[in-house]
Nanobody
């Protein structure tokens, strides 16, 4: 079992920055790729970013590319999402997730087996 706990969300003005953290307990995350998703009110959960085991490869949704940076510290069992130049359309609950060992893709919710409870990010205009 893996428990994932996100933190770092909050209210920020457009153009501002936030850094989300996701701490894992129960099992190490160093053996799995990890990802961030988000879900806005009335919308489906969508892929934001993913990172490989070592952190050497990263993937981003087009909507956040160039503004968000995913990273990880395996020694601390922690995943991060640095969000810069935030826009009102980034408002959502953000979730971290552990990718399935057998998954061949990274951008679908079904690619992930463990999820955190989410942290709210609200960007005001």
């Amino acid at each position: 079992q893996v428990q994932l706990v996100e933190s770092g969300g909050g209210l920020v003005q457009a153009g501002g920055s936030l850094r989300l953290s996701c701490v894992a307990s129960g099992r190490t995350i160093s053996s799995r790729s990890m990802g961030w998703f988000r879900q806005a009110p009335g919308k489906e959960r969508e892929f934001v970013a993913a990172i490989s085991l070592s952190g050497g490869s990263t993937y981003y949704a087009d909507s956040v590319k160039g503004r968000f940076t995913i990273s990880r510290d395996n020694a601390k069992n922690t995943l991060y999402l640095q969000m810069n130049s935030l826009k009102p359309e980034d408002t959502a609950v953000y979730y971290c997730a552990r990718r399935r060992l057998s998954s061949g893709t990274y951008q679908y919710s079904a690619d992930y087996d463990y999820w955190g409870q989410g942290t709210q990010v609200t960007v005001s205009s």
